[in-house]
């Protein structure tokens, strides 16, 4: 395998949006969609992959 030539290229979009009031206040909720290429899938190498990543932040507040 020749790695010396090899490239790898990731793309990711992320939305994001946190609750304002309420109970649930400060809550935040991510969603990441992830695009991996690479051209020499070595011993080290992933390959091609495309990932979805759901987020859930949620603070506790300790009084």
Request: glycine share 6%; proline share 2%; no cysteine.
């Amino acid at each position: 395998t020749n790695i010396d030539n090899a490239n790898e290229r990731e793309f990711f979009n992320q939305l994001s949006y946190t609750v304002q009031s309420g109970f649930a206040k400060d809550l935040k909720i991510r969603a990441r969609y992830s695009i991996l290429r690479e051209s020499d899938v070595g011993a080290n190498g992933y390959g091609d992959t495309n990932e979805t990543r759901i987020f859930v932040d949620f603070p506790i507040k300790f009084l």
